[in-house]
T-cell receptor
Framework: GIQVEQSPPDLILQEGANSTLRCNFS?????LQWFHQNPWGQLINLFY???GTKQNGRLSATTVATERYSLLYISSSQTTDSGVYFC???????????FGAGTRLFVKA | EPEVTQTPSHQVTQMGQEVILRCVPI?????FYWYRQILGQKVEFLVS????????KSEIFDDQFSVERPDGSNFTLKIRSTKLEDSAMYFC????????FGPGTRLTVL
């Protein structure tokens, strides 16, 4: 089955800093989503981005499907950005969605 | 804004008992999913459901598990004869391409 790898596994930032999170996947995908799991465990949709680039406020994401990776950019980080960021993909032609192991982000005030 | 809801938020049960976790997907969605997340680990796919039947399931989703859409709004996950290792957060999601997740049910098996 498809493999999803996220890096870095852990990240500590000073408030105001920028960061880039990476998601590599091993095969062609139908769907790719980025989620933020907050400290209460909720999975918050950030981007649905099987290809191309999207921006939403301080966050943006780019997926290069032909090279099998996606990047999530966080600019001017805030303490409320802390949590775990997951990339999730579904194989082409299938419904099974595979999550990466996540990047655990802590933003210090 | 429409959202996926799940009940209960927390369920405690004794080993060997049956539990039913309930979900109300977003009303115009046709694709439904269950996932689980053991504490501190990644989110794992259990099953997808479309047109009143399972469309895909993972190796985790064995005979202990079943899903049902008993009416036009609810989507349930039944776990028979629960084991200690079934303790986890269970998430329901809906959506064809972009999936939207409910807040989860934390299941504790004692």
């Amino acid at each position: 089955g498809i493999q999803v790898e996220q890096s870095p596994p852990d990240l500590i930032l000073q408030e105001g800093a920028n960061s880039t999170l990476r998601c590599n996947f091993s095969d062609s995908v139908n769907n790719l989503q980025w989620f933020h799991q907050n400290p209460w465990g909720q999975l918050i949709n950030l981007f649905y981005i099987p290809s191309g680039t999207k921006q939403n406020g301080r966050l943006s994401a780019t997926t290069v499907a032909t090279e099998r990776y996606s990047l999530l950019y966080i600019s001017s980080s805030q303490t409320t950005d802390s949590g775990v960021y997951f990339c999730a993909v579904a194989e082409a032609g299938g419904f099974k969605t595979i999550f990466g192991a996540g990047t655990r982000l802590f933003v210090k005030a | 804004e429409p959202e996926v809801t799940q009940t209960p938020s927390h369920q405690v049960t004794q080993m060997g008992q049956e539990v039913i976790l309930r979900c109300v997907p977003i009303s115009n969605h046709l694709y439904f999913y269950w996932y689980r997340q053991i504490l501190g680990q990644k989110v794992e796919f259990l099953v997808s459901f479309y047109n009143n039947e399972i469309s895909e399931k993972s190796e985790i989703f064995d005979d202990q598990f079943s899903v049902e859409r008993p009416d036009g709004s609810n989507f349930t996950l039944k776990i028979r004869s629960t084991k200690l290792e079934d303790s986890a957060m269970y998430f329901c999601a809906s959506g064809e391409n972009e999936q939207f997740f409910g807040p989860g049910t934390r299941l504790t098996v004692l």
